[in-house]
């Protein structure tokens, strides 16, 4: 719209039509689908799954609570329904609650429109700002979501009874848009009340005073399962008035857990150096996660965050950083060596199933462990290591440091045919920083393995013998 109406008149003239929220989405979606543009960008693992539920929500105009564990995207998915919105819809200039031209709610849109008939001043709001979210917590007051009696508009001279004394909360002002609120079982009973008369009466009640507010505003809720169904803290009525109840899940695989990781990390640039990572450390990060997932020593109520597998990818490249950088070193590549420095970004990201004797350090340690073996065993078997394995026998030892330069490793072991077969199928040839990644994969998996044994150094080294 080259020149948008600036006036009721010019409104009415255009021929705009204003949609209810709900009819301006399911346009907006089928004209999405319809084109095959990305209706959900960004947000990975859930094509086959969730967001099939959330298009046939949106087509028939319910409601949505998401039902899932902590970082399983439940808030961006919220947020994203803000793409379904027109980029810009008019509303009467000055409205606190975004007063639709034609169907005005507010005593003071339609005192306006009274007063000025078609010269009305019309202004344009963008899709981002008809979007409002609350985080529920057992503090969350009615003033905070419906509203509250102004007592500086009642000093001015104006009676309780009069509308323009209220101050309106976050609901009434995303009038026309999306309110999400999140970890809705948080929310104290009497204030769920006042949310379901929101949603199915239309009216609300501030200090006795009942104010009829017919508000067209789509509903978006998010909630952890076991809150939503064990401690059933969602008032009956409530969940009944959701119409879809939509359930979120981690990454059921190592590639979406990877794609997450790729997409959500923090970029690192190091001038003079390239980060590289090969992909058995990025497998292995993700492994990481996806046992704990399934560890009988964590708490699975409260679930493995995606942000765990983030946060340990992001240290893992940190600390190769920072050794390329102390060493000159062309690369930073992650390597095994750096994998002790994931206990800082693993720690305080689960809860133990059971207090006492059960350390979290040894918990994560054992998890580490598992992930480098089961990676391990996906590129590998310990018979093809025979002649490495021969040679350890045979008196071989290798010490691996994450300050060790990686050239020490190709002295060490690269004239062994195994590891130079190993070399070659990770793609790691003519890079001493890949070569040495290679070495210490090789030799972990070979411990784990039962293989090698390996002794702790003083300081952050370790030594591998037969």
């Not at 859930?46 to 399983?72: C, H, K, S, W």
């Not at 045919?417 to 972990?444: H, K, M, T, W, Y």
């Amino acid at each position: 719209m080259s020149q948008r109406p600036q006036t009721l008149g010019e409104l009415r003239e255009s021929g705009y039509q204003v949609l209810p929220v709900r009819e301006e989405m399911r346009r907006n979606l089928l004209a999405k689908i319809a084109s095959g543009e990305p209706i959900f960008p960004g947000i990975i693992g859930y094509d086959d799954t969730v967001i099939p539920q959330i298009e046939n929500a949106i087509l028939a105009g319910q409601d949505i609570i998401f039902l899932g564990e902590r970082g399983q995207a439940k808030t961006r998915l919220a947020r994203a329904l803000v793409n379904l919105l027109d980029e810009e819809v008019p509303i009467v200039a000055g409205s606190e609650i975004n007063d639709n031209p034609f169907a005005p709610i507010s005593k003071y849109a339609r005192d306006l429109i009274a007063e000025m008939g078609d010269k009305t001043p019309i202004a344009w709001i963008r899709r981002e700002d008809r979007y409002a979210e609350k985080l529920a917590t057992p503090d969350t007051t009615i003033a905070d979501l419906i509203g509250e009696v102004d007592p500086i508009k009642v000093a001015e001279g104006r009676y309780l009874s009069d509308e323009l004394t209220i101050h309106y909360g976050l609901i009434p002002r995303t009038n026309r848009g999306i309110f999400a609120i999140n970890e809705l079982p948080d929310l104290a009973e009497r204030i769920q009340v006042g949310l379901l008369n929101i949603m199915e009466e239309r009216d609300v009640q501030i200090r006795g005073y009942r104010v009829r507010l017919p508000l067209d505003v789509y509903i978006v809720a998010s909630a952890n399962p076991e809150d939503y169904t064990n401690r059933g803290r969602i008032i009956t009525p409530l969940k009944d008035r959701y119409g879809a109840q939509i359930r979120t899940h981690y990454p059921t695989s190592l590639d979406v857990e990877i794609a997450i990781m790729e997409q959500e990390r923090m970029p690192l640039e190091v001038p003079g150096i390239a980060i590289v990572v090969p992909a058995f450390m990025r497998e292995i990060v993700a492994e990481l996660t996806h046992l704990a997932r399934r560890s009988h020593d964590i708490s699975q109520r409260s679930g493995v965050s995606v942000r765990m597998s983030i946060a340990n990818y992001e240290t893992l490249i940190s600390n190769a950083a920072k050794r390329a950088v102390r060493l000159g070193e062309k690369q930073a590549v992650p390597r095994i060596s750096d994998l002790p420095a994931l206990m800082a970004s693993t720690l305080g990201k689960i809860e133990l199933e059971t207090l006492g004797d059960v350390q979290e350090e040894r918990v994560i340690e054992k998890l580490i462990n598992g992930a480098v073996l089961a990676t391990f065993n996906r590129y590998f078997s310990v018979r093809d290591f025979d002649d490495l394995i021969l040679a350890f026998e045979n008196g071989l030892e290798v010490e691996c440091s994450d300050l060790q330069p990686a050239m020490r490793y190709v002295h060490q072991v690269a004239h062994i045919d195994s590891l130079r077969n190993a070399v070659s199928r990770l793609n790691a040839a003519g890079s001493p920083e890949q070569i040495a990644a290679v070495v210490e994969f090789v030799l972990e998996g070979l411990h784990l393995s039962r293989r090698l044994n390996k002794d702790r150094l003083e300081g952050r080294g370790t030594r591998y013998r037969g």
